[in-house]
C-alpha cells in the first residue's frame, strides 16, 4: 500500500497561516503513528500557504514550501553559510518562476500539489526515525529536479548532493565539538 499524508493535508489549511495557537499546528500536523514534523517544517508548511494565498494560487506547490522554508532564520543560515546564496535571491528566483502561472481569486482553503505532498512524504522518508526536519525538506525540495522549488535552487548553486555534503561536513564538526 502507498503511504500517503493524512487526512488533513488533504483538507487544506485554510486561514492556519494567520494562527500563531500551537495546538492548530499540533491538530494539522499529526501523522499516523504520531507527530513526525519539527516545528520549523509545521511552520514552513504554515508559510507555504500563506505565500499561495499572496500569489493568487490555490494550490501549495514546492515553491510555496521552498519560500515558507526559507523564512526560518536556522535554514536561510544554513544557505547563507554553506553555499554563500542569500537566501532572498533563492526567493526571488522562486517567485519569478511562480509568475508564469496563472492567478485566481483564492479560495479560502488551500490543498498541497501531488508534487509538494511528494515530497513531503519524501522527506519524511529520508528522515527516517527522527521527526522529519528543515533540512530533509530542503534536501527533498532540491532533488526534485522538474519542479519549481528544484529549478530555482539549482538556479542558486545549491544541490541535493551538496546540501547532503554539507549536513555531513556540519555533521562532522559538530560531533568533534
Known sequence: MDKQLPHEY????????SRDAPESLDCLFR????????????AAILFADDEARRAGQNRI?????????LRNSQTAQFLQ?????????????????ME???????????TLTD?????????????GNVP?????????L?????????????????????ISEAITRTSALAAKG
Not at 553559510?81 to 518562476?97: C, H, K, M, S
Not at 532540491?142 to 551538496?162: C, H, I, K, M, N
Open 132 to 140: 522529519t526536519g528543515a533540512l530533509h525538506l530542503l534536501l527533498c
Open 81 to 97: 553559510d554553506q553555499f554563500t546564496v542569500l537566501p532572498g535571491q533563492i526567493a526571488e528566483a522562486a517567485r519569478q518562476r
Open 115 to 127: 508534487q509538494a505532498q511528494k515530497t513531503l512524504l519524501n522527506a519524511h522518508s529520508v528522515a
Open 31 to 42: 501523522w499516523t503513528g504520531g507527530d513526525q514534523m519539527s516545528r520549523e517544517v509545521q
Open 142 to 162: 532540491a532533488g526534485e529536479r522538474g519542479g519549481l522549488a528544484g529549478q530555482a535552487l539549482a538556479e542558486s548553486g545549491v544541490s541535493s548532493e551538496r
Open 100 to 110: 508564469r502561472f496563472p492567478h485566481y481569486e483564492t479560495l479560502p482553503w488551500r
Open 10 to 17: 488533504h483538507l487544506g489549511v485554510a486561514g492556519l497561516a
Open 61 to 69: 506547490g514546492t515553491e510555496h514550501l521552498l519560500l515558507g522554508l
